[in-house]
């Protein structure tokens, strides 16, 4: 879960490493809490350790480029969105590779536009406005019908675009749920240090009380960055909730991030305590949760408007979460939520880094949509997916 406090920093453009452990599958979930250890708190920044920079003897390379090549977070978006950039602007070149506008192109580029999973209503909305502009503007070349698609896109993201505001309490406290595997705990390990960057104090309430590791993930992790944990063994999930507010208020801490267990919105069940939970932070803190975060893996697709729906029909969300927005060519789904589910996108996650979670800003993202560095796959006219 917490694989990417393992990491070495990513784009480590050294070849060789002696090969250590396949970083990807690291849990130490089972391996007992090696407390405050200083290697461990480094990992997650972009120095490596040094001890290992004198083990490489591997090339006889004069000075080790890594701790400038961390790429800044610009970088990092546009390599994270480079899939469904070339599922967008890939698709664009294409299209213009062969001939001008025309409705059968505008056609294709509506598919498109599905296909990158910005659903029907975006869609629909984006080709109306580039139609109007096409014969308003007489709009001839891609780079005229690109710009057009990415003034659309914007005007479609920017209502998104809401930063997450905590300074009106305190503790703020900030509720996290979502199906399994959506990387509910993972960014709030990303947003502890977030906050704590900003001079916050942070504290986590262990509220996934279904399984033992989740718990004993969360408070390893907590030790080794220096951020309180609360949890209970045995406990429910609004009890050590609502134990964390109280500990929160009772040691005067700026926010405080819940965990809750993952969770399917037809699970009827698991939805009514998650909206038990909500119902019991409130009466722990009155005015609380002053944040409820959905957090939605964007390679669902699709699937991303019916939980924005049913979390928010059970416990009222406030914001969002788009994490791996790497590796997936469907990050066209949060114009489908701009359309059909808005709700503020507070942070979107490209990576396993620690810093790989940041405020959505609509410009940057569609920006990196559609950037065309060179070499970079919006850039390659083979079509490859
Ligand atoms: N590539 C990538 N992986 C992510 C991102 N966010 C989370 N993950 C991974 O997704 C997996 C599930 O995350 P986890 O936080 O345990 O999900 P949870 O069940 O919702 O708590 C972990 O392997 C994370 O490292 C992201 O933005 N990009
Ligand atoms: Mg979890």
Redesign the pocket.
Same mark, same amino acid.
Do not use: H, R
């Given at each position: 879960? !917490? #694989? !990417?406090l393992k990491k070495k920093p990513k784009p480590d453009p050294v070849p060789v490493k002696p090969a250590e452990v396949p970083s &990807?599958e690291v849990r130490d979930d089972e391996s007992p809490v090696d407390a405050g250890e200083a290697d461990t708190l480094q990992v997650a920044d972009a120095a490596p350790a040094p001890v290992e920079a004198a083990d490489e003897p591997v090339l006889p390379v004069p000075a080790l480029p890594q701790p400038a090549a961390r790429p800044s977070w610009g970088e990092r978006l546009k390599a994270?969105l480079a899939r469904t950039r070339q599922q967008l602007g890939g698709g664009l070149a294409n299209l213009f590779g062969r001939r001008k506008i025309d409705e059968d192109l505008l056609e294709e580029l509506e598919t498109t536009l599905l296909m990158a999973d910005c659903g029907v209503e975006a869609t629909q909305h984006l080709l109306d406005e580039l139609r109007r502009r096409w014969k308003r503007d007489h709009l001839e070349t891609a780079d005229q019908l690109q710009a057009a698609l990415a003034e659309g896109l914007l005007s479609i993201l920017k209502p998104l675009e809401a930063p997450l505001d905590i300074s009106g309490h305190s503790p703020f406290i900030i509720m996290?749920a979502? *199906?399994?595997? /959506?990387?509910? %705990? %993972? /960014?709030? #390990?990303?947003l502890a240090k977030y906050f704590q960057a900003q001079g916050k104090s942070v504290l986590l309430a262990a509220g &996934?009380t279904f399984r033992a590791a @989740?718990r004993e993930?969360l408070a390893t992790w907590g030790e080794r960055n220096n951020v309180t944990v609360i949890s209970q063994t045995g406990g429910d999930a609004a009890a050590v909730i609502f134990d964390a507010i109280n500990a929160a208020r009772a040691r005067g801490i700026d926010v405080v991030l819940a $965990?809750t267990?993952?969770r399917l919105p037809t699970q009827l069940n698991l939805m009514e305590e998650i909206a038990k939970v909500r119902r019991v932070i409130a009466k722990a803190h009155p005015g609380g949760p002053h944040e409820v975060l959905l957090?939605l &893996? @964007?390679n669902i697709g699709q699937n991303a408007l019916t939980q924005v729906k049913a979390f928010d029909a059970a416990i009222g969300v406030t914001g969002l979460v788009v %994490?791996? =927005? &790497?590796?997936t060519a469907k990050g066209g789904v949060v114009a489908a939520i701009a359309r059909q589910a808005p709700k503020p996108l507070r942070f979107?996650? *490209?990576?396993?880094g620690i810093d $790989? =979670?940041q405020p959505f800003a609509a410009r940057e993202f569609v920006d990196a949509l559609f950037s065309t560095t060179p070499g970079s796959l919006a850039d390659r006219k083979d079509g490859a997916a």
């Open positions: 879960m !917490f #694989g !990417f &990807d994270g996290i979502g *199906v399994n595997g /959506s990387g509910k %705990t %993972t /960014s709030i #390990g990303k &996934d @989740a993930q $965990d267990a993952g957090v &893996d @964007a %994490t791996k =927005l &790497d590796g979107i996650g *490209v990576g396993e $790989d =979670l």
